[in-house]
């Protein structure tokens, strides 16, 4: 809760609105039942002015409800102000704190879920704060004065109304430590059919091409079914919350009407106080219901602070640096790895004490089989991963010792797996750099080869492309991706098999442009088609994590080796 109440405090003044309004509420309860303690005192006593007092009564009467359901609106609706904006700033604070996270996260966790925790979580806090957290404080207030009336009244009858409380405070008790890991079981269940809802959707091609609509409903059936049987476990562990409150209340009625109705014709209490007490014990209901609701409500809810909490938690694997450095020259980047070895979690190693350096300009062109590591060392230079053993270095500076934001920033990058935002193609261009006018949009795509195919398109620039692209094939995301990467102009360029899904005219045209496009700029191109990379600078053959072959393209076209073969079997003639 600490967290939670953090949140809240900038808005102390809204909440001070609410403390008065909840104190305004508080008073009007603690008086109706007093004035009409009042009236049977009148009639009991039989005053003289009975009737003019009566009326004063009636209008103070008018004026309590009238003042009680101003302070109720008011409470409601500040206390939902504070509630909104609070999960607001917590939502945006989840957020902020997933994009800090590195993608290896991402990698091991379902989306569905991630996306449960940044949304439906943090909704689920609104009516704890709203209602639970304010209806306590509230209720909590009122059964206390309520308490120091009944006291005034008749301590002897307060004792007694008091006995069955204790009982249903055991029950009550009992009753959250079991249901707190039960909703934190109905929360975890939400995140796991909202994932596989996603997926589903996500790969709905696969599941009709391959006919497995029933599998994939049986599957989605079997999990809703899980989630409604651990709904109604939590809702039967604390059924017996209200019967409890009820069963005390009514109990303690009962006491007081036996003995107080006793004392009352023995003469031992007046029949106004009788009345009064009574009414007391009757309002002593609403507040004590409304803790149970609230506690019920705070049961739900703290199980999805603490999906949140563990989110928020989580320290990301990729750090800034404590005393971060400048980088000297930004214009003329050079890369050295240094003895590098990187593996992911607990596998095999992917790269195996790698060194090697990128000339400021130079175009290294990397190849290898699938596995090789080719991928992975492109993302340890945008430090999506810190490396194990050894350094990475740009312009002699450790990654490590960069700010992120500076780092990627001369950084651009077109990743194998293309992923295209939902919007038009404009915006996903235009991604790369937000100023970018639409002559720097056009002049990117014209680079990318997919200028054309834009302009066939009805709604050229403005077609909206789907989610993740769904509406584009594949090799024109690519070409979007690539123009995206391009209008960025970073001085690195990376370039992850960023041709794969093109056709070779297409990739010739590209490959033309590419030249020109990565004079001056130091660049990493990663390929299997090796008529894409024949023209880089230097070409490193990627091996079980190692570098085996290392030089430009006339050179080790000559040597045994990969390479070689790889030439052959290709059928590109060495040169």
């Not at 309004?21 to 003289?48: F, N, Q």
């Not at 704060?129 to 006291?151: K, P």
């Not at 001369?410 to 006018?437: K, P, W, Y």
């Amino acid at each position: 809760m600490n967290r939670l109440i953090q949140y809240m405090l900038p808005y102390k003044r809204t909440m001070l609105a609410v403390v008065l309004s909840i104190l305004v509420v508080t008073a009007t309860g603690l008086l109706a039942p007093w004035l009409v303690r009042a009236i049977v005192l009148i009639i009991e006593t039989g005053a003289e002015d009975a009737s003019q007092t009566l009326t004063l009564i009636a209008v103070g009467l008018v004026a309590i409800y009238i003042g009680r359901s101003t302070a109720e609106a008011a409470v409601f609706h500040y206390s939902h102000v504070v509630a909104f904006k609070t999960c607001r700033d917590l939502r945006d604070a989840v957020y902020t704190h997933l994009q800090r996270l590195s993608p290896g996260w991402f990698a091991a966790r379902k989306s569905g879920d991630i996306t449960t925790r940044v949304i439906d979580d943090t909704l689920k806090l609104e009516p704890v704060i709203a209602d639970a957290v304010y209806g306590f404080v509230v209720s909590m207030i009122l059964a206390f004065g309520i308490l120091i009336i009944l006291l005034f009244l008749s301590p002897i009858l307060t004792i007694l109304a008091l006995l069955p409380l204790p009982i249903a405070v055991f029950i009550m008790v009992k009753i959250g430590r079991k249901a707190i890991p039960s909703f934190d079981n109905e929360a975890n269940r939400e995140g796991d059919l909202s994932a596989l809802v996603q997926d589903h959707v996500s790969g709905i091609r696969e599941i009709q091409i391959f006919n497995q609509e029933e599998r994939t409903r049986r599957r989605f059936l079997r999990k809703s079914d899980f989630l409604a049987r651990r709904q109604i476990r939590s809702r039967t562990l604390i059924a017996p919350f209200d019967p409890a409150v009820e069963g005390a209340i009514g109990v303690s009625t009962a006491l007081v009407v036996l003995i107080g109705g006793r004392m009352a014709l023995a003469g031992e209490i007046l029949v106004a106080d009788l009345v009064a007490f009574i009414l007391y014990i009757v309002t002593l209901y609403q507040p004590l219901y409304s803790i149970v609701g609230a506690t019920e409500a705070l049961q739900r809810g703290l199980s999805s602070l603490k999906r949140v909490n563990d989110l928020l938690d989580t320290a990301p694997a990729v750090a800034e640096p404590e005393h971060p450095q400048l980088l000297p020259h930004p214009d003329r980047p050079e890369i050295s790895f240094d003895a590098v070895s990187f593996r992911y979690h607990d596998n095999q190693p992917v790269l195996r004490d790698l060194s090697l350096t990128i000339a400021p300009g130079e175009t290294l062109a990397v190849i290898g089989p699938t596995g090789a590591g080719k991928s992975t060392l492109a993302q340890l230079v945008a430090r999506f991963y810190d490396v194990d053993e050894g350094r990475i270095t740009l312009n002699g500076v450790d990654l490590r010792d960069l700010p992120l934001s500076v780092l990627r920033r001369q950084i651009s990058m077109v990743l194998q797996d293309v992923f295209l935002f939902h919007g038009t193609i404009r915006d996903n261009i235009r991604f790369g750099r937000e100023n970018a006018d639409d002559a720097a949009i056009w002049d990117a795509a014209r680079a990318a080869g997919a200028d054309d195919f834009i302009n066939a398109l009805s709604g050229g620039y403005d077609t909206m492309v789907g989610e993740r692209g769904i509406r584009l094939s594949g090799g024109q995301k690519q070409r979007i991706s690539i123009a995206r990467a391009l209008l960025k102009k970073a001085p690195i360029l990376i370039l992850d098999e960023a041709t794969s899904a093109v056709d070779t005219e297409t990739e010739a045209a590209i490959q033309d442009n590419l030249d020109q496009l990565l004079a001056g700029r130091t660049a990493i191109v990663i390929a299997h088609r090796l008529s894409t990379i024949r023209r880089a600078d230097r070409i490193a053959v990627l091996e079980n994590g190692r570098i085996t072959q290392l030089g430009a393209h006339d050179d080790i076209a000559q040597q045994t080796g990969t390479y070689a073969r790889l030439l052959t079997a290709q059928g590109t003639a060495a040169e």
